[in-house]
């Protein structure tokens, strides 16, 4: 499984971005698929995460109401909607996805994209 994650970039506070994440492979349909995200000097977070169906969501607190995860397995894809921005929201923000299921732990996924930058300023 292949992935590619695009979409960030600079936005003020209370403004709105939208990852994408493309994936290739066969079994992109049957995976969960997860957001994560890195911000300098920290260790790689949970921030979202959708199921196999896109029926099932799951958010870190810090993020919930104002992220949004969705896949269409019809284009490959899975979103990150992010609306209400804040400063801390600042990181390299990852893909991944994994044949198990949901785990908030980013260390048990097994396939990553390669990371978008989102930064928001104040």
């Known amino acids: 499984v292949q992935l590619q994650a695009c979409g960030g970039g600079l936005v003020q506070a209370g403004g709105s971005l939208r990852l994408s994440c493309a994936a290739s492979?066969?079994?992109?349909?049957?995976?969960?698929m997860g957001w994560f995200r890195q911000a300098p000097g920290k260790e790689r977070e949970f921030v979202a995460a959708?199921?196999?169906?896109?029926?099932?969501?799951y958010y870190t607190d810090s993020v919930e109401g104002r992220f949004a995860a969705s896949k269409d397995n019809t284009k490959n894809t899975v979103f990150l909607q992010m609306n209400s921005l804040k400063p801390e929201d600042t990181a390299v923000y990852y893909c991944?996805?994994?044949?198990?299921?949901?785990?908030?732990?980013?260390?048990?996924?097994?396939?990553w994209g390669q990371g978008t930058h989102v930064t928001v300023s104040s």
């Open positions: 991944a996805t994994d044949p198990g299921g949901f785990q908030r732990d980013y260390s048990l996924w097994h396939y």
């Open positions: 492979g066969r079994t992109f349909s049957t995976y969960i």
């Open positions: 959708v199921s196999w169906s896109g029926k099932s969501t």
